[in-house]
């Protein structure tokens, strides 16, 4: 062989393309990624909210409730946080606490129940974060019911809920 052919090796192959590299495949997403949820269900007795997509729950969180949580909401300013199914119809970024998502609360049964105690139901029902206001040592009392009759989590806790939940999806409170 030539130093001529020798060097006109490499020039050949290159000539022919670069060699073909075998294509990886796509990443699976939805393998690592977390699905929107496509429920909210809220356990008070427990202080639990889950965020589920079908039966699966995708996210369990601590909650702290209105501050006398035990029953039904039953008029405007009685601190309960509402028991039924709602939906999310709105979001506040600008909220006072942090993040919060409005619920549709109340419903024709709510007024109702209202109505025969010759009372309002209220409104301003929300899942929420911590107060803006709050310094480092007043946060560590919301562990406890502290709300007005809203849901409220931590803010790490709603950023993740905000990301993970549509408008228009169902909220049932249950005792």
Same mark, same amino acid.
């Given at each position: 062989? +030539?130093?001529?052919?020798?060097?006109?090796?490499?020039?050949?192959?290159?000539?022919?393309?670069?060699?073909?590299?075998?294509?990886?495949?796509? *990443?699976?997403?939805?393998?690592? *990624?977390?699905?929107?949820?496509?429920?909210?269900?809220?356990?008070?007795?427990?202080?639990?909210?889950?965020?589920?997509?079908?039966?699966?729950?995708?996210?369990?969180?601590?909650?702290?409730?209105?501050?006398?949580?035990?029953?039904?909401?039953?008029?405007?300013?009685?601190?309960?946080?509402?028991?039924? +199914?709602?939906?999310?119809?709105?979001?506040?970024?600008?909220?006072?606490?942090?993040?919060?998502?409005?619920?549709?609360?109340?419903? *024709?049964?709510?007024?109702?129940?209202?109505?025969?105690?010759?009372?309002?139901?209220?409104?301003?029902?929300?899942?929420?974060?911590?107060?803006?206001?709050?310094?480092?040592?007043?946060?560590?009392?919301?562990?406890?019911?502290? +709300? *007005?009759?809203?849901?409220?989590?931590?803010? +790490?806790?709603?950023?993740?809920?905000?990301?993970?939940?549509?408008?228009?999806?169902?909220?049932?409170?249950?005792?």
């Amino acid at each position: 062989m +030539t130093l001529l052919s020798i060097l006109a090796l490499p020039l050949a192959a290159h000539a022919a393309g670069p060699a073909a590299q075998p294509t990886p495949p796509p *990443a699976d997403w939805e393998k690592y *990624a977390t699905p929107k949820a496509d429920r909210i269900v809220v356990y008070k007795a427990e202080r639990r909210l889950e965020i589920r997509r079908g039966d699966k729950v995708l996210r369990s969180y601590h909650i702290a409730l209105g501050r006398h949580p035990v029953g039904p909401k039953i008029e405007q300013g009685d601190g309960r946080t509402p028991e039924g +199914t709602y939906i999310i119809d709105r979001r506040n970024m600008m909220s006072e606490y942090h993040l919060s998502l409005h619920l549709s609360y109340p419903s *024709a049964l709510d007024i109702k129940r209202a109505a025969a105690h010759n009372a309002r139901a209220g409104g301003g029902i929300m899942i929420h974060g911590e107060p803006n206001v709050l310094n480092h040592e007043g946060k560590k009392r919301l562990f406890k019911d502290w +709300t *007005a009759g809203c849901i409220a989590l931590s803010n +790490t806790d709603v950023d993740e809920v905000w990301r993970l939940v549509d408008d228009g999806i169902a909220v049932d409170i249950y005792p």
